[in-house]
C-alpha cells in the first residue's frame, strides 16, 4: 500500500526558516528536506492519524490507541469477510504494518514497460444484460475441478472456500491445518474457521491462464457461492476486476488473461441468497 497515491493524503508544506541552520545529517522523505528523519516527523504522524481515523487503516488498529483516544470494537471499519491480511493475526505484527505505512512515503516503483496491463473497453460488455449491478461470479479449476460459483470480491481480505464444498471436493476435516485467524461479516460478528488449507486454483485459458496456490480458510456458513476470492490473491495476481465489465483481467507471459464472469450464475446466487430457508440452494460445483 502506498498512502501518497492516496487522494485523501497531504503533502506538507515546505518548512520555514532559514535552510542553512537546519541539521543536515537526518532527511524527512515526507518534506523532501533535511532538518530531522522521516521516523520523528510529527506531521507525518498528524497525517496517518487522520487517514485512520478516516478509516484507512481502521483493521489495523483494532483496540488501540489512536492519537490519544481508544478505538472500541464499534469504530472497527472490517471489511466484509474481513480477517487477517499481510499484517498477520497479533497486535505487534499489525502495529509493526502501521509503523511500515508511515516509512513508505516516496517515489513509487517504476513498472516495466514490458508489462501489460489490462484495459476493458466495449468489447467486454457484449452478451451483458444492462441495466446490472451484478458482482463478478466466475468459474476457476480449484484443485481439479472446476468450481462455478466463485465470488470475485476485493472487500474481503482473504480467501475463503465453504465447509459443504471443501466436503464435497472428497476433503474431511483431518486434512485442515488449524487457524485462529479472525474473521468478521458486515455486522462484526466473528465467524468461527474450521481450519485452512492450500490449493491450487488455476484462472484464464492456456496459453493465458494464471495458476497459484491459495491458502483458502474453510468456514460452515450457508452461501450461494462455492467459495471467494479476496484481494489479497488479487493483488498477487496483479489481477483487475471490474464488475461493470464483468471479467477479471490480469498479465501473464502471453499477454493479458481474462476470466469472464457468468451473469446468469450470478443472478441466480443473488435469488437464492434471498431465500427464506437461507440455505444457499447449493448444487453441485
Known amino acids: 500500500m502506498e498512502i501518497e497515491k492516496d487522494k485523501d493524503f497531504k503533502w506538507p508544506k515546505p518548512l520555514r526558516g532559514d535552510p542553512e541552520k537546519r541539521d543536515k545529517s537526518q532527511y524527512c522523505r515526507f518534506h523532501k528536506d533535511v532538518d530531522h528523519d522521516t521516523d520523528n516527523c510529527r506531521k507525518l504522524k498528524d497525517e496517518i492519524v487522520y487517514l485512520i481515523r478516516r478509516g484507512k487503516f481502521g483493521r489495523f488498529t483494532k483496540g488501540e490507541e489512536v492519537g490519544g483516544q481508544k478505538r472500541d470494537n464499534d469504530q472497527r471499519d472490517d471489511d466484509q469477510r474481513g480477517g487477517p491480511t499481510i499484517t498477520g493475526t497479533t497486535r505487534n505484527s499489525r502495529k509493526a504494518y502501521v509503523r511500515e505505512v508511515m516509512s513508505i512515503v516516496g517515489e513509487p516503483s517504476k513498472r516495466s514497460k514490458s508489462e501489460m496491463m489490462p484495459e476493458f473497453g466495449d468489447p467486454d460488455l457484449e452478451g451483458l444484460k444492462f441495466p446490472q449491478d451484478d458482482p463478478l461470479v466466475i468459474t476457476p479449476v480449484i484443485g481439479n475441478c472446476p468450481f462455478m460459483r466463485v465470488l470475485v470480491n476485493n472487500g474481503a481480505s482473504v480467501d475463503i472456500l465453504f465447509h459443504d464444498t471443501f466436503i464435497r471436493m472428497g476433503y474431511n476435516d483431518s486434512q ?63 489481477a483487475v476486476p471490474s464488475t461493470y465489465h464483468m471479467v477479471l483481467k490480469f498479465p501473464t507471459r502471453n499477454g493479458v488473461g481474462e476470466a469472464k464472469g457468468d451473469q446468469k450464475m450470478t443472478r441466480i446466487c443473488y435469488v437464492a441468497a434471498l431465500r427464506p430457508d437461507r440455505t444457499g440452494g447449493k448444487s453441485s460445483p
Open 176 to 238: 485442515l491445518t488449524p487457524s485462529d485467524a479472525p474473521i468478521y461479516g458486515f455486522n462484526h460478528v466473528e465467524c468461527k474457521v474450521e481450519g485452512a488449507i492450500q490449493l491450487p486454483v488455476t484462472i484464464g485459458e492456456e496459453p493465458r491462464e494464471a495458476t497459484q496456490i491459495l491458502n483458502f480458510h474453510v468456514v460452515k456458513e450457508a452461501s450461494s457461492y462455492n467459495a471467494i476470492m479476496g484481494r489479497t490473491r488479487i493483488h498477487a495476481l496483479k
